[in-house]
């Protein structure tokens, strides 16, 4: 069983800035089938990034994934009111997992 | 444009059953996998189920194993969650979703069906 930890739990800044947040596996992501969602308050997840850095449709270029391994990075280059939200990441294939999150509150 | 819409949660009582469905339109459902992922009050996601396009292959999490049965009718669109001998642990959102291809990344959601667990 594959565990991720996603750092930090709660991330406070203002729009306009820079967001980082890591995700952990305990495992090595393999083939890096890693994805990062974005969901907010009664709202579905949404899916911004898959295969580690690949952008999904529609999703703006200010979201950018890196990372291999067992290490992975979602940035947010300049937030916008709307990205205020919780972020999770995955590992999927086998095994499937996801991270707690991370939510990006206003500072 | 891809739409998915879950029916069938309710409040059921511990070591009862339920029957989730997901209607699914805007793509060809037969050529991809599914999945079923929940979330707790206040928690984070969980992944429960998945089958394939087929419905030859099914998956599920240790603790749903043997309660719940994945399926899914190409011909209809549509795909289930048979929950039985369900738990209090069960109470979550659960959420119909597209795979992108067969990998269990998803790339469309449902907005989700309320199942509440209690006596």
């Known amino acids: 069983e594959s565990v991720l930890t996603q750092s930090p739990g709660t991330l406070s800044l203002s729009p306009g800035e820079r967001a980082t947040l890591s995700c952990r596996a305990s495992q090595t992501v393999s083939s890096r089938y890693l994805a990062w969602y974005q969901q907010k308050p009664g709202q579905a997840p949404r899916l911004l990034i898959y295969?580690?850095?690949s952008r999904a449709t529609g999703i703006p270029d200010r979201f950018s994934g890196s990372g291999s391994g067992t290490d992975f990075t979602l940035t947010i280059s300049r937030l916008e009111p709307e990205d205020f939200a919780v972020y999770y990441c995955q590992q999927y294939g086998s095994p499937l997992a996801f991270g707690p999150g991370t939510k990006v509150d206003i500072k | 444009e891809v739409q998915l819409v879950e029916s069938g949660g309710g409040l059921v009582q511990p070591g009862g059953s339920l029957r989730l469905s997901c209607a699914a339109s805007?793509?060809?459902?037969?050529?991809?996998?599914m999945g079923w992922v929940r979330q707790a009050p206040g928690k984070g996601l969980e992944w429960v189920s998945a089958i394939s396009d087929s419905g030859g292959s099914t998956y599920y999490l240790g603790s749903v194993k043997g309660r719940f049965t994945i399926s899914r009718d190409n011909s209809k669109s549509t795909l289930y969650l048979q929950m039985n001998s369900l738990r209090a642990g069960d109470t979550a959102v659960y959420y119909c979703a597209k795979d992108v291809g067969r990998s269990g990344c998803y790339d469309y959601w449902g907005q989700g069906t309320l199942v509440t667990v209690s006596s």
């Open positions: 805007g793509f060809t459902f037969s050529s991809y996998a």
């Open positions: 295969g580690a850095s």
